[in-house]
């Protein structure tokens, strides 16, 4: 529904249909991810990452090449067309060119510092990496601590910090009342 499929479509679907609307077929720059990925290729893998933030620009590239690509993997995973080894190695690849392309961003006077985290739970990453460089895109200085701290240590690093905005990642399996309260306390 995020992508604009209608509910009473997406509630009526098969899980073939499902994966459809969320992976429409012809995205060609997540195909040639993904056989990137599938013979772990880190080479050709970095070699599409800088070619495709070339083309589109960081806010594109995140939106229309890296989510879509996440979508791609993680299906393949559920569907153990791929292993864990090949999300890993995508992973780790992706953390470091992410790591790179925030820190290529200049902090401009006047735009802040933001702190970026997890919830104690949330391992998972990659959402905290792309959201750095959107956040440094607009001059802001950017500080990350990681995934699965302590509510109370992340807003003590807030203090300590002195930062003007807080930023929390959450991936989709992070849901429901548990995250609403740590988030109503943090």
């Not at 893998?45 to 495709?52: D, G, T, V, W």
């Not at 949330?122 to 460089?133: I, S, T, V």
Request: proline share 4%.
């Amino acid at each position: 529904m995020a992508q604009r499929h209608r509910p009473s479509l997406v509630v009526r679907a098969d899980e073939a249909s499902l994966k459809q609307m969320i992976l429409p077929d012809g995205n060609q720059r997540v195909e040639a991810f993904f056989e990137a990925v599938m013979v772990m290729d880190t080479d050709q893998i970095r070699a599409l990452l800088h070619k495709y933030l070339g083309q589109l620009g960081w806010r594109l590239f995140l939106v229309q090449a890296v989510s879509p690509l996440l979508d791609r993997v993680g299906i393949a995973w559920a569907d153990n067309t791929i292993g864990a080894h090949h999300e890993h190695l995508l992973s780790e690849v992706l953390e470091d060119f992410l790591r790179k392309l925030r820190q290529e961003f200049h902090i401009l006077p006047g735009r802040g510092k933001v702190l970026l985290c997890t919830l104690p739970g949330e391992r998972h990453r990659l959402g905290l990496l792309m959201a750095a460089p959107a956040c440094a895109a607009y001059g802001a200085r950017t500080e990350l601590l990681g995934v699965d701290l302590p509510l109370n240590r992340f807003a003590q690093a807030a203090k300590i910090m002195r930062v003007d905005r807080v930023a929390v990642s959450l991936s989709v399996q992070f849901t429901g009342e548990p995250v609403r309260r740590m988030l109503v306390e943090l």
